[in-house]
């Protein structure tokens, strides 16, 4: 077995930091990203992900982090960790895997080992990147080098399950480098290692995690509409509902982030290429994507019942999940633009999130001096820590003496909030 692994990571985000770091402990490892910015802060040991701490960076003493592509000459395994996101038609955008492998391309030797942990589905390993590696080198997988996927699992913002707990699943062009990517990655997985069947079988188990999650909180999400309706509290529904065993108790909310939200559009597409018509995965993508704008219309009508309009609300929360300062495809802009096109001057408040690169993003300013004012509506939409953390009164201080309390997850009790999904 080959065990003089030289690795490349592509890309230093949310997946890839913590397994160059895992690696760097273990093997010669070059942590390789474009941004100048964050190789920079990441050679100085800060992570502003918050994903990898100081100590752990310390520790990883075989990991150099580099912008130079030249480096890559050094290495035999390239590990693809780049985002996989969709345009604005909702179709894959593989803008920037295309990217990561016409690198890995100028770089490519005989015998080397390419894995893609990045999000695709079934096909785009073999059918897509191998043969756009073939084409600019005329090497061959198999014969001249060989192609792996392992999907990651990471969970920003997840303190218990991080890169070592979650069991890693790993798939090969050919049995040679399975054998190769057993042995590095049970190096750094504690939880242990899954072969899957083929590449495709890997990458489709990936795409249906997230797809599976999607369509049973659209569940919820359509449950919390018609219990609206009816008057009827939807988590004392799910709390009673759960006392049966079978139960899956999901919680009704805005569906965002770089997984849930984006990979069913992924299977979809493969779907209807194959004349499948993913009818479900839609039906649960289109109601997940309208609760933004639900949310928006309760707050909007519940203000029209106090006789306010135009009214100053403020929205604690800007990243798509409590705790994680990832902001990737954040459902609660959409919330925030919602409620303008309503009429409301509106305030967003985020303190896990850089306002300067938010406001690149979506043209919209974090403001966190907000203290000294009181709201016609404040919106608890993330339940960071730091907030929760302030109690109710805090929150209800904010409020003037009309002012409502819309707890969109029910991070408090019923009776201390006006609305809450």
């Known amino acids: 077995m080959k065990k003089d692994f030289r690795i490349a990571v592509i890309g230093l985000g949310y997946v890839g930091l913590p397994l160059a770091t895992a690696f760097g402990r273990e093997f010669y490892t070059i942590g390789f990203d474009i941004n100048e910015k964050r190789v920079s802060q990441l050679n100085k040991l800060v992570d502003v992900t918050d994903e990898v701490t100081y100590e752990e960076l310390s520790k990883a003493n075989k990991l150099n982090f580099t912008y130079d592509e030249n480096k890559l000459k050094e290495c035999n395994v390239f590990i693809v960790t780049v985002p996989t996101p969709i345009n604005t038609?909702?179709?894959?955008d593989l803008s920037f895997l295309k990217e990561a492998t016409l690198l890995i391309s100028k770089y490519l030797k005989k015998n080397d080992?390419?894995?893609?942990?990045?999000?695709?589905?079934?096909?785009?390993t073999d059918d897509y990147c191998g043969k756009l590696l073939t084409e600019k080198t005329s090497l061959k997988p198999d014969k001249d080098f060989s192609l792996g996927y392992s999907p990651e699992r990471i969970n920003p913002g997840d303190k218990n399950k991080r890169l070592k707990d979650i069991i890693k699943v790993i798939s090969a062009s050919n049995?040679?480098?399975l054998e190769d990517m057993k042995f590095m990655y049970e190096k750094i997985i504690e939880a242990g290692v899954y072969s899957a069947e083929t590449i495709k079988t890997a990458e489709a188990a990936k795409v249906i995690e997230n797809t599976q999650r999607d369509v049973n909180?659209?569940?919820i999400n359509e449950f919390s509409k018609i219990f609206k309706k009816l008057d009827i509290d939807t988590?004392?529904?799910l709390e009673a509902a759960s006392t049966k065993w079978n139960f899956i108790n999901f919680k009704p909310g805005l569906v965002g982030g770089h997984c849930i939200g984006i990979d069913p559009y992924y299977l979809a597409h493969?779907?209807?290429?194959n004349d499948v018509e993913p009818k479900l995965i839609l039906s649960a993508r289109e109601t997940n994507d309208d609760m933004s704008h639900y949310c928006a219309e309760l707050v909007h009508n519940s203000l029209k019942n106090q006789k306010i309009d135009n009214a100053t609300i403020l929205i604690l929360g800007a990243t798509f999940k409590e705790n994680c300062p990832d902001f990737r495809n954040t459902k609660i802009i959409?919330?925030?633009n919602s409620l303008q096109e309503l009429g409301h001057l509106v305030q967003l408040s985020d303190i896990k999130v850089d306002a300067e690169i938010f406001f690149n993003e979506y043209k919209v300013k974090i403001n966190n001096n907000f203290s000294d004012n009181k709201y016609d509506a404040v919106i608890l939409a993330v339940p960071h820590k730091e907030y929760v953390d302030k109690g109710y009164e805090y929150f209800d201080n904010l409020k003037n003496e009309k002012g409502l309390l819309f707890d969109l997850k029910g991070i408090f009790p019923k009776e201390k909030s006006n609305l809450r999904l």
Do not use: H, M, Q, R
């Open 89 to 92: 038609d909702k179709e894959p």
């Open 334 to 336: 959409d919330l925030f």
């Open 175 to 177: 049995a040679k480098a």
């Open 270 to 273: 493969i779907a209807k290429e």
């Open 113 to 124: 080992l390419v894995i893609y942990e990045s999000t695709v589905f079934p096909g785009v």
């Open 235 to 237: 988590n004392a529904v």
């Open 217 to 219: 909180i659209g569940l």
